[in-house]
Every structure is written in C-alpha cells, then in structure tokens.
C-alpha cells in the first residue's frame, strides 16, 4: 500500500519500525471522552503510530495513504484467523460458557469479528478505546466481568502477553493462560493452541 502512494520500503524494515512505535505509545484508551468524539480520537492515536513508523519516508499524500491503510484493517478480510480458534470457541460455547474479548484496540473490533464471524461466540466486547482504561490496567478486567456478570474466581483469561494478558488478568484475581504458538511444548500455565483449553477446562 505505501509503494501504491509513492514510498518505496522493505517489509522487514517497516514492521519493526512499526512494532518498536507501538510499544511506545501510550494505551489506547480515552478517559473522559464522549462515545461520540471517540472514534476521532482512535484515529488520531493511529495516525500517529503510522506517521512515526514512516517516518522519513516520502508519500504523494500521506493523509490519503494513511486513510486508506484505516480503512484497509477496518475489513475483516485483512485479517486472519488461526485454524484454531473456530474449533475452540465451538467447544466452549457447547459448554454454555460465557465468553469476552478484552482487548486494547478500536472500534472496528466489532465489524472485524463479524466479518470474521466470530461475533456470535461472545457475551461481551470490551475494547480499551471504549472504557477509559487498558491493559496493564486490571480494571479493564474488572468491567469485563462486570459485563458478563461473573466473579473473578469464576473466570479464566487467555492472551499472548505476558504483561498485558497474564499479570494484568491475575492482578485483577482472574486465573491467565498464556497462549505461546513458538512454544515446543505446552506447560502449566501455558498452550500453544487455544483447543487445548477444553482439555484443561
């Protein structure tokens, strides 16, 4: 997309500018914000992470190209599920289990899981954008919880963070598994596929 509005990069290059960006930007969250300027403010958050990443990089339009790289990730087809994860909320579904995302993203989460057509496996879609805090914060948790109407001894928290995911979720007394799909083996604590879950369950 950025060869298409002028800029020439490599791959590689580009992704790792991207990640070290990322990391240092403050959470994604808007405390105090009306729901109505939220999106706006989602924006702004992403147009600095990719005015950082591409930095002295030339664009005929760098607002056109950033616009159309927004609208790209808002598509569900830009995005990928692991083969896993239809088998894994199937079975945990078939258990009457109640499930939510909680996420440090924007609002196009919820089209991206509809399209995905994951959407109707969840109770509950929490997105840091949304409720004024995010991981690390263990009161993201705390409202998930809230919003599924569970207490956090009767929850189980799965992400791929060890920080964001696993001391976030257990400062918030919610029991974490870590989700590591590079691992050579599974351990306590620890999958390397989400339909390991309904074993361990």
């Keep these: 997309m950025a060869a298409r509005h002028g800029a020439a ?3 590689k290059e580009i992704e790792g500018r991207f990640r070290s960006v990322f990391r240092s930007m ?9 729901a109505a300027h939220l999106p706006e403010h989602e924006r702004a958050w992403w147009r600095q992470v990719v005015s950082a990443a591409f930095a002295g990089f030339h664009f005929d339009s760098f607002e056109t190209f950033f616009g159309d790289l927004f609208s790209y990730f808002a598509r569900a087809d830009s995005w990928e599920l692991f083969p896993d994860v239809i088998p894994a909320l199937s079975g945990l579904r078939a258990r009457h289990l109640q499930l ?7 609002s196009r989460l919820t089209p991206i899981c509809r399209g995905l057509k994951i959407a109707r496996f969840f109770d509950a879609v ?7 805090c ?14 599924v109407g569970a207490k956090p001894s009767e929850a ?3 992400g791929d963070s060890e920080t ?3 001391s ?5 007394g919610v029991r974490a598994i870590l989700i590591d799909r590079r691992a050579d083996t599974s351990a306590d604590h620890r999958i390397r596929d989400l339909r390991e879950l309904l074993s361990l369950l």
């Design 9 to 11: 990069m490599e791959a």
């Design 164 to 166: 964001l995911d696993v």
């Design 168 to 172: 976030c979720a257990e400062a918030a």
């Design 156 to 158: 189980l928290h799965v």
């Design 100 to 106: 939510a995302i909680v996420s440090n993203f924007d």
């Design 26 to 34: 403050p959470p994604m969250c808007f405390p105090g914000v009306p």
């Design 126 to 132: 929490v997105m840091s954008s949304q409720v004024g």
């Design 134 to 147: 995010a991981k690390p914060d263990p009161r993201i948790f705390t409202i998930a919880l809230e919003r």
